[in-house]
């Protein structure tokens, strides 16, 4: 089982996705409530046709949100390395700094009695590879203040280098993530499209839809997704019966993509915050949440188990026993139970 960090300090949100939240979720929730179409308009798609043309959308902008979290994870550890480096580079320019001055006292007090040493001159100089180079003035000055300079000027190379290759790191995750937006954008697009087609539906066809869609997941009807009895209806550890306690008070709360609470979220932005909130750091995504931990038998899983779909685990959500799962589910909705073998694909990971 991968080991896990334990969080002192929950990080609640994502970098720069939380702000305006409430205007997120109306402006979620206006967009799946399209007028119904003028009476005598015929349209042109079947309910069924609309559902299918919504469901696929709504899997494209969970894979999309997938890949935009992990972008903006790797974001934000590239730019933590930055930092360390700079703070190491920073701790050894102060060292570098200790060893001149110290050879600076040494210097006044032969120049006060005569004459400087050369090889004190160099190594005074603010070039010292270039003092190294000159090997026979080495034996002119002590072993230790030799072997002192040479570390000091390895170090600043080699921090040097970490600082700019950091930097071009930093760089190319700016420039993956300006992408997910780019893309992240045709998605809504795309869910603009689902909006006008769902405002053909007649007044029945649409409440029919709605209800539909308060009363199970999308995929619960598929015979290969027929719910699956949990083991346990005990938690396997402390932190994982807080992290389903956490997840049930996010019941209600709207999905919105990027989010990672405590106000909304996107699928595996609420069990990474639920799992915060137990004091347990878990990666961001569902891709890697499908790895965070050990593999178990869907039969045999217990609250606070994460449960991943599809083949490329691009959704997540949390069991909590007696056959269900909390998940925040797709654009449009809020966080809410189903039945854990709603989806195809599911696998269960117990952290």
């Not at 030799?146 to 930097?167: H, I, K």
């Not at 308060?214 to 598929?222: E, K, M, N, P």
Request: charged share 25%; glycine share 8%.
């Amino acid at each position: 089982m991968a080991s896990h960090r334990r969080s002192t300090k929950p990080r609640l949100t994502s970098t720069g996705r939380i702000p305006a939240v409430s205007a997120l979720a109306a402006t979620a929730a206006a967009a799946f409530s399209a007028a119904p179409a003028p009476a005598g308009a015929a349209p042109r798609d079947t309910p069924a046709e609309v559902r299918a043309a919504v469901d696929r959308l709504y899997t494209e902008v969970e894979r999309a949100t997938e890949k935009y979290n992990a972008e903006s994870e790797r974001h934000d550890r590239l730019t933590g390395q930055a930092d360390r480096l700079r703070d190491r580079v920073a701790r050894g320019q102060q060292e570098a700094n200790r060893l001149r001055g110290s050879l600076g006292s040494l210097a006044g007090a032969q120049y006060r009695s005569g004459g400087v040493d050369p090889a004190v001159a160099l190594l005074l100089s603010s070039d010292p590879d270039g003092y190294l180079a000159k090997a026979s003035t080495l034996g002119r000055i002590g072993d230790r203040q030799a072997a002192e300079l040479r570390a000091l000027a390895a170090a600043q190379r080699t921090l040097d280098g970490q600082r700019a290759r950091a930097a071009e790191k930093v760089a190319e995750a700016e420039r993956s993530r300006a992408a997910v937006n780019r893309h992240k954008k045709a998605v809504e697009a795309k869910l603009a499209r689902a909006r006008q087609l769902l405002g053909k539906l007649t007044r029945e066809q649409r409440a029919s839809y709605d209800r539909d869609r308060q009363r199970a997941s999308r995929d619960a009807a598929r015979p290969s997704a027929a719910p699956v009895a949990g083991g346990s209806a005990t938690a396997p550890s402390g932190y994982a019966a807080a992290a389903v306690a956490a997840a049930r008070q996010a019941v209600g709360r709207p999905y919105i993509w990027g989010q990672s609470g405590p106000l909304a979220f996107d699928c595996s932005g609420l069990t990474y915050w639920a799992y915060r909130q137990a004091g347990v750091a878990i990666p961001r995504t569902s891709q890697a949440q499908r790895h965070a931990g050990r593999q178990v038998p869907l039969d045999r899983a217990r609250p606070g188990d994460l449960v991943t779909y599809r083949s490329d685990a691009s959704h997540v959500g949390m069991y909590v026993g007696n056959g269900q799962v909390l998940h925040a589910p797709y654009p449009g909705a809020t966080v809410r139970y189903d039945p854990v073998g709603m989806m195809p694909g599911a696998v269960a990971t117990r952290v």
